[in-house]
């Protein structure tokens, strides 16, 4: 292997290793707050309105509600992160440190090249739409006689 493939492998493995770190702490935070109910709470147990436990029952089940949406966060950004790790080297512009780096450009240049052409060629060479209303203008004044006589 080549310097700049270790180093996208590295970077790859980087990605790779902040997505796992995300994975696991998203598992922490989310069996702590199912463990927290199940142990507080029994299972199915209602909020008793106007008992002296409604409002600690309430702030539980906010708690619990906040650590599972920290958890989901955490899942995206582990998403994020391993899809990061998979475009690493398919995409994005052309690095100095790779060997195919001239090869590469070339290629860019000629794609750059054909495209100018075509819009040159676009412009030279006028579609029938932008024909369409000079040819409608003319007519109208050739035969703006025919519409003063009423006919």
């Not at 309430?58 to 950004?77: H, P, S, W, Y």
């Not at 290629?107 to 495209?115: D, G, V, Y």
């Not at 060629?121 to 004044?141: A, D, H, S, V, Y």
Request: hydrophobic letters at 30%; a positive charge; aromatic letters at 6%.
């Amino acid at each position: 292997m080549n310097q700049f493939a270790l180093k996208l492998e590295s970077k790859k493995n980087y990605y790779r290793s902040l997505a796992e770190k995300a994975t696991k702490k998203a598992e922490e935070i989310g069996s702590l707050a199912v463990q927290t109910v199940t142990d507080v709470l029994p299972a199915g147990q209602p909020i008793l309105v106007g008992h002296h436990s409604e409002k600690k029952h309430r702030a539980l089940i906010e708690g619990v509600n906040k650590k599972m949406d920290q958890a989901e966060q955490l899942l995206d950004k582990a998403d994020y992160y391993n899809q990061k790790a998979d475009s690493v080297g398919k995409y994005g512009g052309i690095s100095s440190d790779d060997p195919l780096a001239i090869e590469k450009l070339k290629i860019e240049l000629s794609k750059a090249r054909f495209s100018s052409d075509r819009s040159r060629i676009k412009k030279e060479f006028p579609t029938w739409r932008q024909e369409k209303p000079l040819k409608i203008k003319k007519w109208n004044l050739k035969h703006s006689s025919l519409n003063r006589t009423g006919l």
